[in-house]
């Protein structure tokens, strides 16, 4: 690494860890207060223990998950069923980067803070379940713009529901039953859907005595009329399943087979198995299959979406094995809830069926059952880099060369998506997890688009991430302060990926470095700032390629996790060309005329709608 490039390193880190500082003296205050706040009435908060406090100390505290477990960055306090009581926790708003908090089934109680979301402005999930909170819900709800996932349920809450909390576009899991409040359901949450957003239904409201309006019961003159209907209903509802109930004792008792009653009752709780969609469904292909596959093919070939048939699992969804009556192999990715429509959802299966690129996972198919989206992607043999890198033997590792062939075909895989698409796609989540190997060992990049797909409301003028930051240790800095995705950004996580394989180290564990606390690219910084560097190379790596040519390949990395200024990180392209430079003497690159990537952009009534989330 040049002079220059290692003095700019230098300064970035320099800076960077001097803002960590600040950010690490209120997660500890905010988590000191919270402890001083609350009635701990079953010690569970015994180990929070504030004495000699190293950095990284409140991450084994109980009930904290932090940004890493190196640092005092609180990402999440999750305490349900802890024990605790007391009113609404003090200290929260000093926790500046908290995105979860789940206080369920404890004993809090009294009103929550009429700025609650001010003083946690990226909370994504916000759980006050089964506690004893009481007064009106605060009209401060609705600024959680970032919030995914609302549980205020077994409350005593009473009053309105605030408008705003309808409105909120990233919204897809509500549930305020069971509590006291009261007048008309607002129109903000009965109309969610005709805007493209996640609908509520009639259980997220129940149990509240005085709720009345869509998806409950009408209000006023309305719940009035008809009340006869409604009793004869009532009626034949309770005999009809009385009915049932009777008939199901006789079977069980009479008719039910033995052997069977162990597993029916182990398996009902599987999802795939709560499908009442027809398997004859079909699935969606882009190019034409000699057979035609229904979803009875698929649940055959996942064994019904067993466990043993998982590949992996992550942010976007569950990845299965299928094996086919034919011998082919698939593999089928079960994704998360999100608020897409239908036909919503299908317009964006047809965008990424268009993009296609030698370093890209092949998309082939997608089917709909039931609210359940299954994709259909060609199987990799070689399953995940982060597999070959750190869940092998040692001896059955990549060597160097194969190594630098992941990193180009993948720069170039991701240079295209940059670079080449128009609109052009940000993938939000690069990792060593979404870096498939095919037989050849050739790179194969997965879940592209996919950050688009399950928050359908980002727009090229909003690129938010949606609270959703990707996973820690990859995720580049500056997502903290402004949580919006760049291409930048995906080029800082890449810059990761190449750390780990010039290192072997993993993005979150760094071995063998006496009390350094920190993830991969803090380690190099911090190597960096003692003339280290070179001594982050993978040992192993040595013997089979030369020192200028691991210390080139290093300097790359480095280029791409400046901490301090995006704006100095190389673009995509710029990192392909570099690597590209290294591998020529291996003979790694192949001619390979890269084809523009151009998609319909469909305006909505702003003219602002697109296909797939990009970067202006």
Not at 195 to 204: E, H, I, N, P, T
Not at 235 to 253: C, K, P
Request: net charge positive; aromatic share 8%; with cysteine.
């Amino acid at each position: 690494m040049g002079a220059f490039h290692a003095a700019l390193l230098l300064t970035a880190m320099a800076v960077w860890l001097a803002d960590v500082n600040v950010v690490v003296a209120d997660d500890v205050a905010c988590l000191r207060e919270f402890k001083m706040s609350v009635k701990d009435l079953h010690g569970y908060l015994k180990n929070w223990n504030f004495k000699n406090l190293t950095h990284g100390g409140i991450c084994i505290f109980n009930g904290i998950q932090c940004w890493n477990n190196q640092e005092n960055r609180v990402l999440s306090l999750k305490v349900s069923e802890a024990g605790l009581s007391g009113p609404f926790p003090s200290g929260l708003s000093k926790c500046a980067s908290l995105t979860a908090l789940d206080l369920s089934s404890n004993g809090f109680f009294g009103p929550l803070p009429s700025n609650i979301c001010k003083q946690m402005a990226f909370l994504t999930i916000l759980d006050l379940s089964s506690n004893k909170f009481s007064g009106a819900l605060p009209d401060d709800l609705g600024n959680c713009k970032y919030l995914h996932e609302l549980h205020l349920q077994d409350n005593q809450f009473k009053g309105p529901i605030p408008w705003g909390i309808g409105l909120l576009s990233r919204l897809t899991d509500l549930d305020i039953s069971f509590n006291s409040l009261s007048g008309f359901i607002p129109s903000s949450f009965t109309n969610r859907s005709s805007v493209g957003l996640a609908s509520f239904s009639a259980a997220a409201f129940a149990n509240n005595p005085g709720l009345c309006g869509p998806p409950l019961k009408a209000c006023g003159k309305q719940a009035r009329k008809s009340k006869l209907p409604m009793i004869i209903g009532g009626a034949v509802t309770i005999l009809l399943v009385l009915g049932i109930i009777v008939g199901a004792v006789v079977w069980r008792h009479f008719f039910r087979p033995k052997t069977k009653t162990n597993s029916y009752f182990r398996d009902v709780h599987k999802w795939a198995r709560r499908i009442r969609a027809p398997r004859s469904v079909t699935v969606s292909m882009f190019e034409k299959p000699l057979v035609r596959l229904r979803l009875s093919d698929l649940m055959a070939a996942t064994n019904d979406f067993s466990k043993e048939n998982i590949i992996a699992s992550g942010r976007t969804g569950t990845l299965y094995k299928a094996c086919l009556s034919d011998g082919s192999v698939m593999a089928i990715k079960r994704l998360q809830v999100s608020s897409q429509t239908e036909k919503h959802f299908k317009s964006e299966m047809n965008t990424l069926g268009q993009l296609k690129h030698r370093n890209l996972v092949p998309l082939l198919g997608y089917c709909m059952a039931d609210g359940e989206k299954l994709l259909v992607y060609k199987h990799m043999a070689h399953g995940s880099l982060r597999t070959a890198l750190h869940e092998v033997p040692q001896d059955c590792r990549l060597r160097w060369t194969m190594r630098l062939k992941v990193a180009i075909g993948a720069a170039r895989g991701f240079s295209w998506l940059h670079h080449n698409c128009n609109p052009r796609v940000i993938h939000r989540n690069i990792s060593a997890s979404c870096i498939l190997l095919d037989e050849e060992f050739e790179p194969m990049i997965t879940d592209f688009g996919l950050a688009r797909l399950m928050n359908p409301v980002d727009t090229h003028i909003s690129t938010f991430v949606n609270g959703d930051f990707g996973d820690v240790g990859y995720v580049a800095p500056e997502y903290v302060r402004t949580l919006v995705a760049t291409m930048k950004g995906d080029v800082y996580s890449f810059g990761v990926v190449l750390l780990e394989l010039i290192t072997g180290q993993k993005a979150m564990e760094v071995y063998g470095e006496g009390d350094f606390k920190g993830n991969l690219a803090e380690w190099i910084g911090y190597l960096s700032t003692n003339g280290r560097v070179k001594e982050a190379i993978d040992s192993s790596l040595s013997s089979e390629a030369p020192g200028d040519e691991l210390a080139q390949f290093l300097g790359i990395a480095c280029r791409c996790v400046l901490p301090a200024s995006p704006k100095e990180r190389p673009t995509m392209f710029e990192v392909f060309e570099l690597l590209r430079e290294i591998g020529e003497k291996y003979k790694l690159i192949e001619q390979y005329e890269e084809t523009p990537c151009c998609y319909d952009v469909k305006p909505d009534e702003n003219n602002l709608q697109v296909t797939v989330g990009t970067e202006k």
